[in-house]
């Protein structure tokens, strides 16, 4: 059994470190594997009887286009210095020296509390204060605790909790697939270089497979900023759209979503049977850009902070939930 470390480059979010030790876990051999978006570290602990150092930092890359290098394990400075050693022991195990260092504890913890009542009391004394207010909170407060702003999840949140429901006009100009007239509607807020948008897109077609005529799927686009990509996909679709030919780009681009360029974006048009000319000079143009950034606008008012975000008759369900989640849900809302 062998432990390895690895500096990782390319992680945007939690989201992305989830998605390297879930791929590492799918491997046989690893036994343990742990990542943190906060140190962009991963730690591995393998048998090296079936599975290779090579093997794993290919596993990685295959995640999410995501580079690992290996950190080199060193031993502790003073471990084989016997004098420091010693001299490190004793300083722990003195009486006088824990009482000093609980001492120190306790006055950076009630330092640190005062700092943060001081904080909330000018806040709450100030309203008209800015959201710079809230984030100098958080900042004081730590990293650590659950962010509001989250750009992409894979938390599994029950549907049930959210009861805000918001409504949308659903006209021809949307993309639509499935029963135009269907009882259901689930609108989708996607992004195409999310890697959990890649992961509900199956779902979602089994979902209108299974109920056919009584569910309709609505695509609007949720570009997210770390993604380089997700904002000119989501416009080389809507130059597909122009002709006529949306869903099947859209598949193009779930089916491809680790290989984005501008050379591919034109090549899977070609491969699609688009007139070429014609989508380049929309692409380059950006003639659709404001499209997608109104629908990205458009789930910020509707309370969308992540990818994906799919409205099952305007009710929320978040993240890449399983097939039963939303089998849940749309049984309830159809008539038997």
Known sequence: MQKLKFQIKGMHCNSCALLIEEKLKSHPGIIKAKTSYDSQKTVVIYDEQKIQ?????????????????????????????????????????????????????????????LSIASLIISLKLSPQKTNQDNNKLEAAIGQNLPSQNNPTTDQQQPAGENTTIQNFEISNNNHVRGNFNASVTLVEFSDFECPFCERIYPTLNKILSDYKDKVRLVYKHFPLGFHPNAQKAAEASECADEQGKFWEYHDKLFENYQKYSSDNFKQWAKDLGLNIGKFNDCLDSGKFSQKVKTDYQEGLQKGVNGTPATFVNGQLVVGAQPYEAFKQVIDGLIVK
């Open 53 to 113: 150092e090579s093997e794993i930092i290919q596993a990685i890359k295959e995640a999410g286009d995501f580079q690992a290098e290996k950190i080199e394990e060193k031993e502790e400075e003073y471990s084989n210095n016997d004098s420091l050693s010693r001299k490190e022991e004793k300083f722990q195990s003195s009486p006088g020296n824990s009482s000093y260092l609980k001492l120190l504890t306790s006055l950076v913890i009630l330092s640190f509390g």
